[in-house]
């Protein structure tokens, strides 16, 4: 056995470990505790916030409809705070009622300047993300969503256009609290080839329900559900670009290490927002 603690203001919470050569997974040992990012780090980091009682925020909507346009206007090549600027500008036109706005109203309102930190700025892609949240509220409208599981209602979702995977299994986790979907980004698929127990031979594009079940699996041999460890493991490394980076570098040469190491670390980055985090992309 391996042992770490949490210190608390009054008290010291033990938390005892597999040893280090033990495994999680088929030939992934799970690592010391104190090694970033091993295993252990991993499923240490989710029990310390356990423990802390600190919770991360992930629904973001009051509304199915609501959660649905957050996730949409986030993602891949939009800031965390310009999506839910945008996500909140929207709302407040009511873009995310019951009678959907036509997809000429979003373009519209997505195309107008935005206030974020003192500034005027405009959102990215603002015509494609109008017709995907015309179609998305469509089918919303006309069908009734499913709710039996997280993936049921990530799959009946990535038949909207714009809609994959990753932003299907984002809206399903975040409305449904769900652990049977994951959320795959770069930060992820870095954690998990640097740990072991992602194929860096797969992509996210070609393989995601190969790298989901890896990653599932993963959670199952730590012994936490895959919502908090997805949310933990994109937290620290969104927050630690340097490290990342310096971690990748010492891999062997790959087309993996190629593909993904950070290109500029910066050497400070903020903390992401809870909220961020729930739009994490």
């Not at 973001?60 to 986030?74: D, Y």
Request: one cysteine or more; hydrophobic letters at 45%; a neutral charge.
């Amino acid at each position: 056995m391996q042992r770490a603690c949490v210190m608390l203001e009054s008290m010291t919470v033990n938390v005892e470990l597999p040893s280090a050569e033990s495994e999680v997974v088929a030939g992934v040992p799970w690592g010391a505790v104190e090694a970033f990012p091993t295993p252990a780090y991993w499923a240490y980091q989710v029990m310390a916030r356990r423990i802390e009682a600190r919770s991360i925020k992930y629904k973001l909507g009051k509304t199915l409809r609501e959660e649905v346009g957050a996730c949409l206007l986030g993602g891949h090549g939009i800031p965390a705070s310009i999506g839910l600027l945008a996500y909140n500008h929207l709302k407040s036109k009511g873009a995310f009622e019951a009678v959907a706005p036509d997809e000429q109203d979003l373009l519209q309102w997505l195309s107008e300047p935005m206030e974020h930190e003192g500034r005027l700025v405009r959102y990215r892609f603002a015509g494609q993300k109008a017709r995907y949240l015309a179609a998305a509220m469509r089918k919303l409208s006309q069908e009734p969503s499913p709710d039996q599981s997280g993936r049921a209602l990530r799959d009946w979702l990535t038949s909207v256009p714009g809609i994959g995977y990753k932003t299907a299994s984002w809206i399903a986790r975040n409305w449904l609290d769900a652990d049977d979907v994951a959320i795959l980004d770069i930060h992820i698929l870095r954690a998990g080839v640097l740990a072991g127990f992602l194929d860096p031979e797969l992509s996210v594009e070609r393989n995601y329900l190969q790298l989901e079940d890896q990653f599932l699996k993963f959670s199952v041999g730590l012994g936490v559900r895959a919502s908090e460890l997805d949310a933990v493991i994109w937290r620290d490394m969104m927050a630690s670009p340097l490290t990342v980076g310096a971690t990748l570098s010492a891999l062997p040469e790959s087309k993996f290490k190629a593909k993904h190491a950070p290109s500029r670390p910066r050497s400070q980055r903020r903390q992401p927002h809870s909220n961020q985090m729930a739009l994490l992309g």
